[in-house]
């Protein structure tokens, strides 16, 4: 219902090894009265349509989905859309035309996530439905109606992470006026790989991070592909690694540059402080 509720958790999440997200759904009006504070203290939010549905009028919910959406852009924080998107699929093979259009209206609006629920807990066709869903985000996502390149202004983040927020634009800026073929970074938390998704990059974002907690949380992060990488001891340590492993992934070749966010000195505390230009060369021996 408030910003103390996630507070709250967090509290009690403090005292454990792990360190999961707070993802916080958004069921009630008084959640909805408390979006901004919502935002500042989780790590993403879900509109829950369904139990929203139920709590406030229906004609409402279409235009909260969207502010929600568009609160939690500014805020650079994961966003879920939950709820009935595919329902029909529970029983048959084929969506409405109204459900192809409320999950292609939820990709324009900016989503990160959406999610299944009946459709594939309990349908008659789940993997039918999830191919489904894939095929109409896939096709909205190669449309000129997509949104990218969301550059207009910084994202909102947490105090102290200002420096690390500028590269993040920086990089995004930098790709796309340089037409690079992708924005790479070693994060140790994986916070710069979610704020340039925050920014929408029509080029991949690749995310090398030291551990599987890592690279499973960024999974929830618009285009995102994380991969595990040993934390390097210096920066020319980590070109080299990044050269290699870009080298061997599909869609990359030699000359191709991609924009490296990294920090100076790598092994420190600091947060990302650096914009590197980097250009893919030949992998030797």
């Known amino acids: 219902r408030s910003a103390q509720d996630v507070m709250e958790l967090r509290a009690e999440l403090a005292q454990t090894k792990s360190r999961p997200l707070i993802i916080a759904k958004l069921e009630k009006q008084q959640a909805i009265d408390d979006l901004e504070n919502i935002l500042r203290v989780s790590d993403g939010v879900m509109v829950a349509r369904g139990d929203l549905g139920v709590e406030i ?3 409402n919910v279409p235009l909260i989905q969207k502010r929600i959406i568009e609160r939690a852009l500014v805020h650079g924080k994961t966003v879920a859309v939950a709820t009935e998107m595919l329902e029909s699929m529970i029983t048959q093979i084929r969506p409405t035309r109204a459900e192809a259009s409320d999950v292609a209206n939820a990709v324009l609006d900016g989503a990160d996530m959406l999610m299944l629920s009946a459709e594939t807990a309990a349908g008659a066709h789940p993997v039918k439905v999830v191919n489904m869903m894939n095929r ?30 500028m590269m993040a634009l920086s990089a995004v800026q930098a790709c796309e006026m340089m037409r690079a073929s992708a924005i790479v970074m070693f994060s140790n938390s994986g916070a710069t790989a979610r704020m340039v998704s925050a920014y929408r990059p029509q080029k991949p974002i690749i995310a090398f991070v030291p551990d599987a907690s890592v690279q499973r949380a960024l999974s929830l992060c618009w285009g995102v592909s994380a991969f595990i990488l040993k934390a390097p001891k210096g920066t020319s340590s980590l070109l080299n690694d990044i050269n290699e492993l870009m080298m061997k992934m599909p869609g990359f070749k030699v000359d191709d540059r991609i924009i490296v966010l990294t920090k100076i000195p790598l092994i420190s505390r600091e947060h990302t402080n650096t914009v590197h230009i980097h250009t893919l060369r030949p992998v030797m021996g």
């Open 57 to 59: 009028p229906a004609e």
């Open 136 to 165: 109409i985000i896939t096709h909205v996502e190669d449309s000129n109606r997509a949104s990218y390149w969301r550059t207009s202004k910084l994202v909102l983040q947490q105090e102290k992470r200002d420096i690390q927020n």
